[in-house]
C-alpha cells in the first residue's frame, strides 16, 4: 500500500470519527448554553438586574401556578425591594438537550444580608432553599425559559 494510500485510510478515518463525534460535541454545546441561561440569571438575581432576569422568559412563559412574564417581573420587583442584598448559590445544577427543548433542574440556595451598619450584617439571613425543574426551548436561536416549577426544600 502506497504512503498516499495509507493517508487518504487514516483521513477518512479521522473523518469518520470526527462525524461521529459532532453530534455530541453539538448536543454538550447546547447543554452548556442551557446552563448559562440559568447562571446567568443567578448574576442578575445577585446584581437585581430584572430586565435581565425577565430576559431569559419566553414571551409565552406560563407555570403550573398560573404565573406569566408579568407575574414573574412583579414578584421579583417585590422580592428585591424587601431585600436589600440576595446571593443565590446554585448546587445539583442538571441539564438535559432533546433538539429544541430542554430541562434543568437544580437547587438554589438564597441568602440576605440587611445594611443598617450592624455587626450583625455580616451573617448572612437565610431565605431558603428551593428546588427547581425549568423547561425551555429554543427561540430564534436562544434558550428561553417556558415554565418552571419550585418548592422550598423541606416544605413537602
Known amino acids: 500500500m502506497s504512503a498516499i494510500h495509507r493517508f487518504m485510510k487514516i483521513c477518512l478515518v479521522l473523518v469518520a470519527v470526527a462525524a461521529m463525534l459532532a453530534p455530541g460535541c453539538s448536543r454538550e454545546a447546547e447543554e452548556d448554553k442551557v446552563k448559562k441561561v440559568i447562571t446567568d440569571a443567578q448574576t442578575a438575581a445577585e446584581e437585581k438586574e430584572i430586565r435581565k432576569m425577565v430576559s431569559a422568559l419566553a414571551e409565552t412563559y406560563s407555570d403550573p401556578r398560573g404565573s406569566n412574564r408579568d407575574d414573574v417581573r412583579r414578584v421579583l420587583l417585590g422580592y428585591f425591594l424587601a431585600h436589600p442584598k440576595i446571593t443565590v448559590y446554585l448546587t445539583y445544577l442538571r441539564v438535559s ?50 415554565s418552571a416549577t419550585w418548592e422550598r426544600v423541606g416544605e413537602e
Not at 438554589?108 to 432553599?129: F, H, M, Q, R
Open 97 to 146: 438537550v432533546d433538539g429544541a427543548s430542554a430541562r434543568a433542574s437544580f437547587q438554589a440556595v438564597l441568602t440576605s444580608g440587611k445594611k443598617t451598619g450592624s455587626p450583625a450584617d455580616v451573617i448572612p439571613e437565610s431565605l431558603g432553599v428551593y428546588r427547581f425543574d425549568v423547561s425551555l426551548n429554543k427561540i430564534s436561536g436562544d434558550w428561553k425559559v417556558t
